[in-house]
């Protein structure tokens, strides 16, 4: 079982930066991916970043995000970091964090309990 915990939403001012952490804790199996995503109110769940343990990243295709976002990890710690700056009120949303891996038997798909981000304008 792996079981994720995450920190650092809040209310912030439009221009002002946030910091997300994830810590997963269980049984953690040395490749995966973890990430973050984000659900606004009436819409669905949308991709933000990925990282995986080897520190590849994919961030969202669209503009809305890039140059902005920040997806880290600290593998030690089992810990991905999401890096918010110059942010927007459209960033207002719950931030989810996942975690996948594979086994023999398929995948392990994981999310955390959400964490909201409201940015006021």
């Known amino acids: 079982q792996v079981q994720l915990v995450e920190s650092g939403g809040g209310l912030v001012q439009a221009g002002g930066s946030l910091r997300l952490s994830c810590a997963a804790s269980?049984?953690?199996?040395?490749?995966?991916?973890m990430g973050w995503y984000r659900q606004a109110p009436g819409k669905q769940r949308d991709l933000v970043a990925t990282?995986?343990?080897?520190?590849?990243?994919?961030?969202a295709d669209s503009d809305s995000v890039k140059g902005r976002f920040t997806i880290s990890r600290d593998n030690a710690k089992n810990t991905v970091y999401l890096q918010m700056n110059t942010l927007k009120p459209e960033d207002t949303a719950v931030y989810y964090c996942?975690?996948?891996?594979?086994?023999?038997?398929?995948?392990?798909?994981?999310w955390g309990q959400g964490t909201q981000v409201t940015v006021s304008s």
């Open positions: 269980g049984i953690i199996a040395s490749i995966n991916t």
């Open positions: 990282i995986t343990s080897g520190g590849s990243t994919n961030y």
């Open positions: 996942n975690y996948k891996s594979r086994f023999a038997y398929g995948t392990r798909d994981v």
